[in-house]
C-alpha cells in the first residue's frame, strides 16, 4: 500500500523557517516525480512546489520562489520542503503528493498524505 | 500561468440528483485534467485523470467530460457519501493549477 507521512509542521514566527518531510512507502520512490500542495484555512488547494523522480529540476508556485526549497533523498524514500522567510499567508496545511505516472514531470496526484499544520503567527 | 476556473462555488442537491461541475480553462490543456473529491478534515481523493478515466474504485456514477478548454464533472444519482467539495486540476504544464472547488451540500 501506498503512504506518505508528513511531518515537521508547526508554529512558527512571521519571517522565521520550517522544514516539511514526507516519508514515502509501499512505492518505487525514485521513480516518481512529487510535489507539495497546499491548503489555507477554509480556502482551496494551491500547488507549491515539485520535483522530477531524479531531483535534477524542481518547479515552484510564483508566490513560494526565492523562499521555498523542494528536494528528496531517494535513498531514504523522503521528499523535502525548507520554507524560509515566511509570511502570515503561508499558513496552511500542506500535504506531499505522488505523481500518478512514473518519469512525468507533469502529473495528477495520487495518493496524497494526511498533510501537516503549518501556522505562521504575525 | 493557465487559470482555472471552476463553477458553481457551491451547490445544494438531494439525493438522487443530477450534478454538474464545471471548470474552464485560461487556455488549451490537451486534455490533462484531473477531478478530485475532498470531505472536511481529509486529504483530496483522486475520481478522475485525463477528462474522462475514472480512477479504480470510483463508482460509475461519477463520469467527466470536456475538450480544449472546457470540462465537466457530473454525477449520477448523487449519494449521501458524495457531499464533499470538488476540485479540478490541470496538469498540462507547470505551475500546476486548481479551481477554486466546489463544495456540494444536501439540500
Known amino acids: 500500500e501506498v503512504q506518505l507521512l508528513e511531518s515537521g509542521g508547526g508554529l512558527v514566527q512571521r519571517g522565521g523557517s520550517l522544514r516539511l518531510s514526507c516519508a514515502a512507502s509501499?512505492?518505487?520512490?525514485?521513480?516518481?516525480?512529487m510535489s507539495w500542495v497546499r491548503q489555507a484555512p477554509g480556502k482551496g488547494l494551491e500547488w507549491v512546489s515539485g520535483?522530477?523522480?531524479?531531483?535534477?529540476?524542481?518547479y515552484y508556485a510564483d508566490s513560494v520562489k526565492g523562499r521555498f526549497t523542494i528536494s528528496r533523498d531517494n535513498s531514504k524514500n523522503t521528499l523535502y520542503v525548507q520554507m524560509n522567510s515566511l509570511r502570515a499567508e503561508d499558513t496552511a496545511v500542506y500535504y506531499c503528493?505522488?505523481?500518478?505516472?512514473?518519469?512525468?514531470?507533469?502529473?495528477?496526484?495520487?495518493?496524497w498524505g494526511q498533510g501537516t499544520l503549518v501556522t505562521v503567527s504575525s | 500561468d493557465i487559470q482555472m476556473t471552476q463553477s458553481p462555488s457551491s451547490l445544494s442537491a438531494s439525493v438522487g440528483d443530477r450534478v454538474t461541475i464545471t471548470c474552464r480553462a485560461s487556455?488549451?490543456?490537451?486534455?490533462?485534467l484531473a477531478w478530485y473529491q475532498q470531505k472536511p478534515g481529509k486529504a483530496p481523493k483522486l475520481l478522475v485523470f485525463?477528462?474522462?478515466r475514472l480512477d479504480s474504485g470510483v463508482p460509475s456514477r461519477f463520469s467527466g467530460s470536456g475538450s480544449g478548454t472546457d470540462y465537466t464533472l457530473t454525477i449520477s444519482g448523487l449519494q449521501p457519501e458524495d457531499f464533499a467539495t470538488y476540485y479540478c486540476?490541470?496538469?498540462?504544464?507547470?505551475?500546476?493549477?486548481f479551481g477554486g472547488g466546489t463544495k456540494v451540500e444536501i439540500k
Open positions: 486540476q490541470h496538469y498540462y504544464s507547470t505551475p500546476l493549477t
Open positions: 509501499g512505492f518505487t520512490f525514485s521513480s516518481y516525480a
Open positions: 520535483i522530477s523522480s531524479s531531483g535534477g529540476s524542481t
Open positions: 485525463a477528462v474522462s
Open positions: 487556455q488549451g490543456i490537451s486534455n490533462s
Open positions: 503528493a505522488k505523481g500518478r505516472i512514473a518519469g512525468r514531470g507533469t502529473n495528477w496526484f495520487d495518493p
